[in-house]
């Protein structure tokens, strides 16, 4: 689309977590008035760290907020994959370092300090609080969004950036609703000097075994580290309660500093969650009105995914406004690049991921890398 037509857009963003705050900045730069509708009365993230992969960190410095995502995060050269007991399986460097001009690092964050960073580059007044979607419309070249507290919006393009929950996603595409992966995910933010020697650099390890998955990702620059036990559980509660008593049979027979850390936990500080993904959707899109993030492809937390995709997704969709001839035309050519890449990604990250299945679950690494190491 020209500037001039691209200036004259008015889109309504659904949503302010990562997707949707990344949305409103890539489709900000492109001159449109965007502005973004939240149902939460403050903007926050519950849970623990995340890894920003190089792909990520390209396309925030492509939109001028690298440094802010930068300064609350540690920069990570390699993932290494071990057993329960520390023997090693595998370690490489994080996919896609070298594709840059300037050589990208995955960046370990807080949630917190990430949403924070994202909204915090966005212009003041662009995201409102308080706003949960009622009623969705396509009208064809137009979109409708009411909401519970009885303001209505039009816009040219509603972006539904609305979680896993999607209100946009089941009244215009697909009522399927979310599938329970059998895990619970206990999640904690652990001061380093409690951390009994788990953080010895920057770069994440994640020990396997006995259908438990450790999760250790340093956030050295606020001294700390994201610590998440992840293991098979039959309570499909969207949010159980924590028990320290499961949480130590799901570390039994770690390494004794995993163990230890377990043990220490102060479990009021402790984040549990059941995990959900979605099955794929078929179609994303309308005339005027496109699916983002989770709303359009929820994965389970294996591969680390789920706020690069958002991310990219904001990118993709922007691309495709500036290269189409219409918002149509744009929300197919979005779909069509990125849908194939989340569908894949939604399918390797519900494998449970043994020993055994490493390399289908991290394809493309390579073949040495998959060797243990004396």
Not at 98 to 104: I, L
Not at 275 to 295: C, F, K
Request: hydrophobic letters at 40%; proline letters at 3%; aromatic letters at 6%.
């Amino acid at each position: 689309m020209h500037s001039s037509d691209l200036s004259n857009l008015d889109i309504a963003v659904i949503g302010a977590g990562y997707g949707g705050a990344a949305a409103a900045k890539a489709l900000s730069l492109l001159g449109a008035t965007v502005n973004v509708y939240e149902q939460a009365s403050q903007i926050r993230e519950v849970g623990a760290g995340i890894g920003l992969r190089p792909s990520s960190m390209d396309q925030f410095r492509q939109w001028g907020i690298f440094d802010a995502i930068a300064k609350v995060s540690s920069a990570s050269d390699y993932f290494e994959i071990l057993s329960a007991t520390s023997h090693p399986i595998m370690k490489d460097e994080w996919p896609g370092m070298e594709e840059y001009d300037v050589k990208t690092h995955t960046h370990l964050i807080h949630r917190g300090d990430f949403i924070e960073a994202l909204v915090g580059v966005l212009p003041e007044g662009m995201v409102h609080l308080g706003h949960k979607l009622e009623r969705i419309e396509d009208k064809g070249d137009r979109a409708v969004a009411t909401f519970t507290n009885g303001v209505t919006v039009e816009a040219d393009l509603i972006v539904g950036a609305d979680g896993i929950k999607s209100t946009v996603r089941e009244q215009l595409f697909s009522d399927q609703q979310p599938v329970f992966a059998g895990e619970h995910a206990y999640r904690a933010v652990v001061d380093v000097d409690d951390a009994h020697g788990l953080v010895v650099d920057d770069n994440l390890r994640m020990y396997v075994g006995r259908g438990t998955k450790v999760y250790v990702l340093p956030l050295r620059h606020r001294g700390q580290m994201s610590f998440d036990v992840t293991a098979l559980r039959t309570d499909s509660s969207w949010s159980p309660e924590p028990s320290k008593d499961d949480l130590m049979a799901m570390v039994e027979g770690f390494d004794e500093r995993i163990v230890a850390t377990a043990r220490d936990l102060d479990m009021a500080k402790v984040n549990v969650r059941a995990v959900y993904d979605i099955d794929p959707v078929d179609t994303w899109h309308s005339d005027s009105v496109a699916l983002l993030g989770d709303a359009a492809h929820s994965m389970c937390h294996h591969q680390g995914q789920g706020a690069n995709s958002a991310i990219l997704d904001a990118g993709g969709l922007a691309d495709a406004l500036r290269e189409a001839r219409s918002v149509k035309e744009a929300l197919a050519l979005y779909q069509a690049t990125r849908k194939p890449v989340t569908d894949e990604l939604q399918r390797i990250s519900r494998q449970g991921w043994s020993e055994d299945e490493i390399n289908d679950v991290f394809p493309g690494q390579k073949p040495a890398a998959q060797q243990p190491q004396n």
